[in-house]
């Protein structure tokens, strides 16, 4: 490709409601123009990013065996009111009204248009199990849409739906269906994570995320060291504890006037901070409750909702506090407490022995406190805490923290739809079956942008290069002064796209300067300058995007540089 | 690909709402579903047809120097009304409220978009040409949808936009687009014409339509033997007629007492009904009016509302006739009218010698009438006639007549929406200029259910090979009961494909009646037959979709005869 017969336009700018840098790198270099708030235009060069994500992501669903197809993405309320979802589903749902005042909405995902071909389309097991998908254009009317295509409204999406004759047939496309995906994060040159998603009411490995890992990623993710183990940070788990040690103090209090933190606490008595002991005083079902984590921990609030009694728990007013523990927030800890209370203990505070707690008397905290001595041991042991990094994993490794953007979800979705919309196959006994369903999705447009806040410099973007535009880029310096120099980048191009290599020619004349930021700012892998005194040397400059200086090569060296680009 | 890890699914009802062909073999096939009126899911085998046409579209549009961006679906009201067509392209806009109430519609077409986008990124005269385009999803809001694809509401478009800094860039770029048109329907193995549109506000060449030729088109088309001339039968034009002959006879007053029509005073008098002539009473803007055509033509509307004074014609009242002509219908003339009136001749009547016509006297016809001697010359003589077949062509050619589905659609939209939407670029003296435009459009998912109504017979659909889902069938028998014939059927399908052959293995287990009625019907051009009996005698048995008889070749001739497939 010639880019003198390309439309590339690129700008200086940055545009003032730009936060995020892929927002505004895909700006700067032209991908994509705003239409209206949340409406993009991909330009050309947009177009070609977005065009080679679409492919690896349509060869590896095909080498999974799933099967595409296409729905409309215009689809009728009735479809909508089988699942209740017409309501359900809310604001992000774009409702339509055609000519004859029939209603429809634009297609944010399509769990109903599929479950109807479905129906019409399979009615034995014997066509089961099945794997439809469609790369197509969905609609989410976001009430703030921002960043770019990172959120916007109208977006490209792989949406998968499998239906299956068992829940272990399921499973196991499931578990297909997570190889595929991590295929194709792979393939893309990206970092990421399968994270589990939070799974309480589902149960165990119904639904993952898969995330691009990126310093602005919305989610705040934990992994493991030691495998592949990743969760958000709300939902990650550390590994247990280990066996409580004996006790060595005694219990006795210290005054502590005006420490109310763990960290003051433990700065006053020179301890640390991991010996002190937060207790969070709530109301749950079975009344007023303490829980406790340790000083460096932070209480969990999805996790701690799924202790019995709490999951409607709500913080203990300072009446009741008073009246529970006789003493004002700042000193409370589970000791001889005036009235009798529920304790609910982290693992971690549970192994704890000659810990520090509040005495329920202001000033004053308790020190070397020991379970099954100086009080009873906790009603509840659970994790109810937050994960922090370097912690030990479960696995064995250690918990790293990091952020994510997720682009991609698998998810056993069980008999939802299929019952919801009668859609039943005769099973090998004759008998009409509920099939069970799993969807896969992933956000093609958004992993442009997410390639882009995890790969970019103060100069542009640096793709991976399975994204990359052009994989190569050859610059000509003054094409239309000096023939030579244009016929010999020519053949540079010509033996470049004969090796498969996609290269593109810059030959729009730009001064060098303009030309090399151009092309560093669309994030093409290799530079290759073509110039009057290079051929005369018989070299080329060669630099990859993300090396610090240039190289001269000889034409061998520079084929054999860029044979595997 | 094998066809047990497909989604194949016939059905042998035809549904009652289908009329066309192409509807009903889509259908049958299982290339559609319906979801909602004019909504359809392409199925697996629907789409690898729809994404054969894409590619070759696309292919074709990049060859001819046209660029690929995306345009979002859904474009605000505020961008309609900037050329006015908010309100003016009517119903079939299909209009949308977002959750904030701000209004937008789906796009129909997008020459706003494109134009908008184009003032963003285009400044100056150097950024031109440029030709822009896209494969995107469509709708227009029919009033009745039907015909399955052929008339959907949401449906697949290649549409794109040039823009250019001169009247004859742009007319180069046309022809370029019809060049590029002519390859892609070439390519596509359709029997098409380029049927020159309704020219008239436009002028010349500006509007060209792309028809495949099908008994069941809705449009009625006029070529010629002789040229790539064609053009609907509404504004195709004969050649001229040629000299008027001498008179020979005497006018003479006949009686032709209840001979109304032309047929039935020529079959009275024993003439040939291309020497009677047809009085037809109108009043346009210069007052009452006669239009004559021979009796064996037809008055054409579109060519008459040409003629000066004529746009806004309508048929004369029977007071009217009677006041001008001191007639009643059915024997009128040119000939003494009672009052002045003006006379429009058909350039072949004005080429009429001795010919007849009513005699403006009930019961009456005059016979031997000759042009300025038993009446003046005609006001106006001009082409108002519809063409028939057989007519000379313009180009020397025969007229033949045929039927066309609209598939294409080129366009020299001039400056209409970059003048409305205020875009310019600086020219050559620096000076704001308003680019010139060009639209050209393909109905991509049209295509396909045209191709069928072109190509089908009773058996089902025959696809032309660049359009077949694959090109080759590889049918096994008892593939479950013989595992040798099927590793042989395997090593088959391994083979035509590394060779570069579409094909596809029915190991479905069907019986073999009923699997070679799905393959016919589904349209594979070529089938093989890999059998039991076939392999002891070292034979397959082949069949071409259109052969009358299956033929029996060993392995060398099958290569053979597949080789070009």
Redesign the interface.
């Known amino acids: 490709m010639r880019l003198s017969?390309?439309?590339l336009?690129t700008t200086k700018e940055t545009p003032a409601d730009a936060e995020l840098a892929s927002h505004k790198l895909m700006l700067r270099a032209?991908m994509i123009?705003k239409?209206?708030?949340g409406?993009?235009?991909?330009?050309?060069l947009?177009?070609r990013v977005?065009r080679k994500v679409e492919a690896i992501v349509r060869e590896e669903m095909d080498r999974a065996?799933a099967?595409?197809?296409?729905?409309?993405?215009?689809?009728?309320r009735?479809?909508w009111e089988e699942t209740g979802r017409w309501e359900k589903f809310g604001?992000q749902l774009?409702k339509?009204k055609?000519?004859k005042e029939?209603e429809?909405c634009?297609s944010p995902t399509a769990e109903e248009?599929i479950t109807?071909?479905a129906r019409?389309?399979?009615g034995s097991y014997k066509?089961l199990p099945?794997n439809?998908y469609q790369v197509?254009?969905k609609?989410r009317?976001e009430?703030r849409p921002r960043f770019g295509v990172m959120r916007a409204?109208?977006f490209l999406m792989k949406d998968a739906y499998s239906f299956h004759a068992s829940d272990e047939d399921l499973a196991r496309e499931y578990e297909n269906m997570k190889a595929a995906y991590t295929r194709i994060f792979t393939r893309l040159g990206l970092e990421f994570r399968a994270v589990q998603a939070d799974s309480g009411a589902i149960g165990g490995d119904a639904s993952q995320e898969f995330h691009v890992i990126a310093d602005s990623g919305e989610d705040a993710l934990a992994f493991s060291t030691g495998s592949d183990y990743a969760a958000n940070v709300e939902t990650a788990q550390a590994a247990a504890p280990g066996p409580r040690p004996d006790a060595a103090e005694t219990m006795r209090k210290v005054e502590t006037p005006v420490q109310k933190t763990c960290e003051d606490v433990a700065a006053l008595l020179g301890i640390a901070l991991q010996r002190t002991v937060k207790s969070v005083a709530l109301v749950g079902a079975d009344g007023f409750t303490l829980a406790l984590v340790r000083g460096d921990h932070m209480v969990n609030e999805i996790k701690l909702r799924k202790v019995a009694g709490m999951a409607d728990y709500r913080a203990a007013t300072e009446a009741e506090i008073l009246e529970h523990l006789g003493s004002e927030p700042g000193f409370l800890g589970p000791v001889a407490p005036a009235r009798a209370i529920r304790v609910i203990a982290d693992r971690e505070v549970a192994a704890l022995a000659d810990f520090v707690v509040g005495a329920n008397a202001p000033g004053f905290h308790l020190a070397g406190v020991n379970w099954g001595r100086d009080l009873a041991e906790a009603d509840v042991v659970a994790d109810i805490r937050e994960v922090v990094a370097g912690d030990r994993a479960v696995d064995g490794g250690e918990l790293r923290l990091a952020r994510g953007i997720e682009v991609g979800h698998v998810f056993q979705l069980g008999r939802t739809y299929s019952q919801a919309m009668k859609f039943t196959v005769l099973d090998e006994n004759g008998k009409a079956a509920v099939p069970a369903m799993g969807c896969y999705g992933i956000g093609v447009s958004r992993i442009v942008a997410a390639a882009i806040e995890q790969n970019h410099d103060e100069a542009g973007i640096i793709w991976p290069a399975p994204m990359a535009p052009w994989r190569v880029a050859i610059c000509v310096i003054n094409p239309k002064k000096d023939a030579a120099v244009d016929a010999a980048a020519g053949a540079l191009l010509d033996e470049l796209q004969a090796a498969g290599i996609d290269t593109v020619l810059d030959d729009r004349g730009l001064r060098p300067g303009a030309m090399f930021a151009d092309i560093e700012l669309i994030g093409i892998p290799h530079r290759v300058v073509v110039s009057e005194r290079g051929l005369a040397a018989g070299t080329f400059e060669y630099r990859a995007r993300t090396a610090a200086e240039a190289q001269s090569l000889d034409r061998g060296q520079l084929l054999e540089q860029l044979r595997g680009a």
Do not use: M, N
């Not at 409406?39 to 050309?44: A, D, I, Q, R, V």
């Not at 099967?67 to 009728?76: F, K, M, S």
């Open positions: 017969r390309f439309h336009h032209g123009r239409l209206a708030a409406l993009y235009t991909w330009s050309p947009g177009l977005l065996g099967v595409e197809l296409q729905l409309p993405t215009v689809q009728p009735e479809l604001g774009l339509i055609d000519r029939q429809y634009f248009a109807d071909f019409q389309e399979l066509q099945v439809f197509h254009t609609f009317d009430i409204r109208e």
